[in-house]
């Protein structure tokens, strides 16, 4: 499976940014799709997670409510719309799968695109 991560660019605080995360190739419904970001200087971090099949999803703690992530089946996209941005929410956001299942570590991850970055301003 190829992954395209898209959606980035300058926002204003307190603005939204949509991510789409195309993927190229069959993903089943045992895979675990997550978005991760990274900041310049700090490591990589899980921001949120969704399980291909039923659709349950999982959020990093300093998300507060402001992401949601989904999917679509059909499209074989993964989308993350961010609400509330901040600056700190600033950083390279990448879509990954992991084809054991739910992971919120970057080394259970197999697959990963190439990023997309969001800029925040305050």
């Known amino acids: 499976v190829q992954l395209q991560a898209s959606g980035g660019g300058l926002v204003q605080a307190g603005g939204s940014l949509r991510l789409f995360c195309a993927a190229s190739?069959?993903?089943?419904?045992?895979?675990?799709m997550g978005w991760f970001r990274q900041a310049a200087g700090k490591e990589r971090e899980f921001v949120a997670g969704?399980?291909?099949?039923?659709?349950?999803?999982y959020y990093a703690d300093f998300v507060k409510g402001r992401f949601t992530i989904s999917r679509s089946t059909a499209e074989n996209t993964v989308y993350l719309q961010m609400n509330s941005l901040e600056p700190e929410d600033t950083a390279v956001y990448f879509c990954?799968?992991?084809?054991?299942?739910?992971?919120?570590?970057?080394?259970?991850?197999?697959?990963w695109g190439q990023g997309t970055l969001v800029t925040v301003s305050s």
């Open positions: 969704i399980r291909w099949g039923v659709g349950n999803t």
């Open positions: 190739g069959r993903i089943f419904s045992s895979h675990f």
């Open positions: 990954a799968r992991a084809r054991r299942g739910y992971a919120r570590s970057p080394g259970e991850y197999d697959d």
